[in-house]
């Protein structure tokens, strides 16, 4: 049986950091992050986006979309919130830094946060389409479903998949274009061996700000998933630095 990943909600010091997943993702991509933040007592939030981790890759199509996980990323915010946390920084690997982005947008309470090699400006290559079916595949295998029937869920999701992406490249343009709403500092990070999206994402996203307001860090050699790979100390490193600059 393959345990379905939980949010996770680490209570520590006063002050909160929200880890937003990727698309196709879960909390399992910001556990690394999450126990680091943790222990140099800060508390954490990290959410499941909804339709995500559910054990069916069509539900991600089927219950998720921007505008619920725009408001997954409200909920999470106000139940900090509602506990007491005044000082809350917000981060989002890839699909999340754009929910990170819109938040510290509408929210000029947040005291900062940022991106993980995120298209908020969504140029060039992207090979998330490919990426998800491969995922979606290995899911339904881990689950014994095999032959016609892997094959009709499948042809489902490469059906349906495309006005998903339609909708969130939507979103990140109509983020995207408000950029200057965002007075917090930002932190922006990046790997130049990203073979997901184009690994200039993080520069062309750290132009679209004035040079002081912006953190920059790019990883040599480093792929997508920046919290659990090669990079993830370096990455953990830096955002424990710049939340001491912030808090």
Known sequence: MIRKPTP???????????????????????RILARRLQAENY???API????????PADILRLGSPKQWRQDTQDAIASLQARGYQQIAIFGLSLGGLFATRALQEHPELLGGGTIASPVI???????PTAFIEM?????????????????????????????????QAFADTTAT??????????????????????????????????????FHEY????HVLTVNTAHRALETDILAYLQTIF
């Open 122 to 128: 969504y140029r060039g290559q992207t090979n998330v």
């Open 43 to 45: 508390t954490v939030l």
């Open 178 to 215: 408000h950029l200057d709403r965002i007075k917090q500092p930002v932190f922006i990070a990046q790997g130049d061996a990203d073979q997901m999206i184009d690994p200039r994402s993080g520069k062309w996203l750290a132009e679209a700000y004035p040079a002081d307001q912006i953190d």
């Open 220 to 223: 040599a050699g480093a792929g």
């Open 136 to 168: 979606a595949r290995a899911s339904y295998q881990a689950q014994n479903i095999t032959g016609d029937d892997q094959e009709q869920r499948v042809s489902w999701l490469k059906e349906h998949l495309n006005a998903q992406l339609m909708a969130i």
């Open 8 to 30: 996770l909600f680490f209570e520590q010091g006063p002050q909160a950091v929200i880890l937003l997943h990727a698309y196709s993702g879960s909390s399992n991509d910001m």
């Open 49 to 56: 986006f909804s339709g995500h981790a559910t054990g069916d």
